[in-house]
């Protein structure tokens, strides 16, 4: 199994339903690596989420890296109904070969030791941003509440899916999902 990189994990070491939580995105968030989620949350043996959590993306997570996810989800708690949910995706908008290494602006971390993303799977195209989801859903008893205002699968972006219910209902409300390019791409599946 290869290694996932998580941009946020929500999760708690006995339960979630003992507070509320918040994700809330209003800055620059791009997942150039390959197998990068965004934000993941958790299986309900880790606790439900409380009926006042809640993730907002007031700006979108930019996905590249192949096999990533922007938002997966695993959780059946009242949060997932929260009506403020919001996720705002954009797919494969650059070409992966043209992506610069990290060089951090934050004086406490050490530009020597930046790489390039590792953003491509073996066989992949080097140029493609190839097999991401925006949205994944995976169990059967949730019902997802979501506005999707922002969800574009661009030009670079192949065999993509912009909403993915493996197992559960997702009711994307505000939605604005497009396909503007790419290869083989889909908007829904379930």
């Known amino acids: 199994m290869e290694k996932k990189d998580i941009l946020l994990f929500f999760t708690a070491s006995s339960t979630l339903a003992r507070g509320d939580v918040s994700f809330i995105n209003d800055g620059e968030a791009n ?18 989420l409380s009926q006042k959590s809640n993730f907002i993306m007031n700006k979108p997570i930019n996905l590249q890296g192949d096999n990533t996810t ?19 995706f954009v797919i494969g908008a650059k070409d992966n070969a043209t992506i610069p290494a990290y060089v951090p602006e934050n004086s406490l971390l050490n530009a020597a030791n930046s790489k390039e ?6 066989g992949g195209d080097e140029n493609l941003a190839e097999e991401i989801v925006g949205i994944y859903l995976n169990n059967p008893t949730v019902e997802l509440h979501v506005k999707v205002p922002q969800l574009e ?5 192949k065999k993509s899916i912009g909403i993915f219910s493996k197992d559960g209902e997702v009711k994307a409300t505000d939605g604005n999902i497009s396909i503007k390019g790419g290869e083989d791409n889909i908007a829904l599946l379930c």
């Not at 997942?31 to 439900?48: E, M, P």
């Not at 922007?70 to 705002?88: P, Q, W």
Request: net charge positive.
């Open 70 to 88: 922007g938002l997966y989800i695993e959780n059946s708690g009242d949060g997932i109904k929260n009506d403020r949910n919001t996720a705002r």
């Open 31 to 48: 997942l150039y690596g390959r197998n990068s989620v965004g934000l993941f949350i958790t299986k309900d043996a880790r606790g439900k």
């Open 117 to 122: 993303a590792n953003h491509n799977k073996v």
């Open 153 to 157: 699968i661009e030009k670079f972006a």
